[in-house]
C-alpha cells in the first residue's frame, strides 16, 4: 500500500516566478515508480513526468524539473518561469510491483497571474 | 484515435437509474484502468483489466458497479441502481503493456452527477 501527500493545497504565483510543489510518500515497496500528472480545467490528466525508485538523478526537462530524495521521501516538482498556461492541478502519484494500480495525491491547485 | 476517449462526457441520470460508461483506450495497449475522481479529491483506482481479463476489482465500491472489456479493446463501466454519492468523474487509462512503471495515460473522463 502507498501514501502521497501534497502539503500543499493551493499556491498562488505571478507570471515568470518559479514555483515549487512538494510531495512526500510513503511505500512498503522496494522498488516502485513516482509520477506528476498535470489536470487543466478540461479534465484530462496529462503525463509530465516519472522517476524509478532505483534512479535518484533529477533532471530538467524544458521548464520543469524534480528533486527526488528517498532519504526524506520526497519527490519535489518545480515549474521555472511559470505562465499562465501552468494554470492547473498537480498531482503526484505513486505506482508500486503492481500492474499499474496509481495511488495519487489530493493535488495542488496552481494559479499563475499575469 | 491518437488517446483515450470516453463517452459521454457529461451524464446527468435520476436516482436509480442505470449507466453506462465507455472507454476507447489508444489503440494496441494491452492494459485498461478505472478511475473514480470525486470533486476536490485525487482519482481512486477501480479497476483493471489485461487484455480482456479483469485482473483486479478491488476498488469497486459496492456490487452495483460492473465493468467489461469483452474483445480486450473497448471497456464499459456499468453502475446500477445509481445514488447521489456516486456523483464523481470516471477516468478511463491505458498503458502499452502490463508491465509495472510503463506510463499510463489518461481520457478526459465521463462526469457523472446523480440528481
Do not use: M
Not at chain 1, 92 to 100: F, H, R
Not at chain 2, 60 to 85: C, H, M, N, W
Amino acid at each position: 500500500a502507498q501514501k502521497v501527500t501534497q502539503a500543499q493545497t493551493e499556491i498562488s504565483v505571478v507570471e515568470k516566478e518559479d514555483v515549487t510543489l512538494d510531495c512526500v510518500y510513503e511505500t512498503r515497496d522496494t522498488t516502485y515508480y513516482l509520477f506528476w500528472y498535470k489536470q487543466p480545467p478540461s479534465g484530462e490528466l496529462v503525463f509530465l513526468i516519472r522517476r524509478n525508485s532505483f534512479d535518484e538523478q533529477n533532471e530538467i526537462s524544458g521548464r520543469y524539473s524534480w528533486n527526488f530524495q528517498k532519504s526524506t521521501s520526497s519527490f519535489n516538482f518545480t515549474i521555472t518561469a511559470s505562465q499562465v498556461v501552468d494554470s492547473a492541478v498537480y498531482f503526484c502519484v505513486a505506482g508500486g510491483t503492481s500492474y499499474g494500480k496509481l495511488t495519487f495525491g489530493q493535488g495542488t491547485i496552481l494559479t499563475v497571474h499575469p | 484515435g491518437a488517446g483515450v476517449s470516453q463517452s459521454p462526457r457529461y451524464k446527468v441520470a435520476k436516482r436509480g437509474q442505470d449507466v453506462a460508461l465507455r472507454c476507447d483506450p489508444i489503440s494496441g495497449h494491452v492494459s485498461l484502468f478505472w478511475y473514480q475522481q470525486a470533486l476536490g479529491q485525487g482519482p481512486e483506482f477501480l479497476t483493471y483489466f489485461q487484455n480482456e481479463a479483469q485482473l483486479d476489482k478491488s476498488g469497486l465500491p459496492s456490487d452495483r458497479f460492473f465493468a467489461e472489456r469483452p474483445e480486450g479493446s473497448v471497456s464499459t463501466l456499468k453502475i446500477q441502481r445509481t445514488q447521489q454519492e456516486d456523483s464523481a468523474v470516471y477516468l478511463c487509462a491505458s498503458s502499452q503493456r502490463g508491465r509495472v512503471g510503463n506510463t499510463i495515460y489518461f481520457g478526459e473522463g465521463s462526469w457523472l452527477t446523480v440528481v
